[in-house]
């Protein structure tokens, strides 16, 4: 049998992606193509003492791709699982992982919470484009314990993502059990919004600025996203300082438009 070089790229990928070592890897695909081997063969074939030839087996064996120390003295050829059982275990690994990120974005919220940066370098990240937007705008939806803040112009805001991305966004995070502080400069989109408070799980409050704006920005976890729409961009920042000066300046304002 002789594996060309595409199928073989992607059976080397395969068996490394169920962590094998390099020579582990080739020890199962130069074993595949010959076939039934006694083990000075395979260690001809690879260059390799016998010695770490019965260890690269036993690798194999401990991620079920062989079988061989159960076999009898007298039929001690050595023979790879199939293909077939290299899928499955493939399959069943990235199943598990799946698994894993699931229960990893359930618990961000949690293990973000624990976390503190005490010297660890402020993390900024610019944001350009509509598509990166939503993709950080969503995030905030994993990442956001059980409330979040937005504070600015929900016109400038809504008018950029669109109402259809809002209520999008508004279903996912009710879906998520999230409540979140509004706390907004007059606008018809402000009104539109507050009237629904109750049943998207907001409180929605408006600012009297005496000098309107148009940014906004958005604080969860140990972050806060802050929106420019002229040009139009953003700004990720990641800093537990920065983050809890401006849940400050929003407590403060907030208390300020109880009244509203």
Do not use: C
């Amino acid at each position: 049998m002789i594996l060309d070089t595409e199928m073989k790229q992607n059976l080397y990928t395969s068996l490394r992606e169920l962590g094998t070592t390099e020579s582990a890897a080739n020890l199962y695909m130069t074993s595949l193509m010959l076939g039934p081997s006694p083990i000075a063969s395979l260690a001809e074939h690879l260059a390799i003492p016998r010695p770490n030839i019965y260890k690269l087996i036993t690798a194999l064996e401990s991620l079920g791709l062989a079988k061989f120390s159960g076999r009898k003295r007298y039929t001690r050829t050595f023979i790879v699982e199939p293909p077939t059982t290299l899928l499955e275990k493939l399959r069943q690994r990235r199943e598990a992982m799946a698994d894993l990120d699931h229960t990893m974005v359930a618990h961000m919220p949690d293990l973000l919470a624990l976390y503190h940066q005490g010297e660890t370098p402020t993390k900024i990240r610019l944001i350009e484009g509509k598509e990166q937007f939503l993709k950080v705008f969503y995030q905030i939806l994993d990442e956001a314990k059980d409330t979040s803040q937005f504070f600015g112009s929900a016109a400038d805001f809504i008018g950029f993502i669109s109402w259809d991305e809002e209520n999008k966004w508004i279903k996912t995070r009710l879906r998520k059990n999230i409540t979140i502080q509004t706390l907004l400069l007059p606008s018809a989109d402000a009104d539109a919004l507050r009237l629904k408070d109750a049943e998207e799980l907001r409180e929605t409050r408006v600012l009297r600025a005496p000098l309107p704006f148009v940014t906004s920005f958005q604080l969860f976890a140990n972050k806060v996203l802050i929106w420019q729409p002229k040009a139009p961009l953003a700004i990720l920042v990641e800093d537990e300082y920065i983050v809890q000066m401006l849940r400050s300046i929003f407590a403060i304002l907030w208390e300020q438009s109880k009244s509203d």
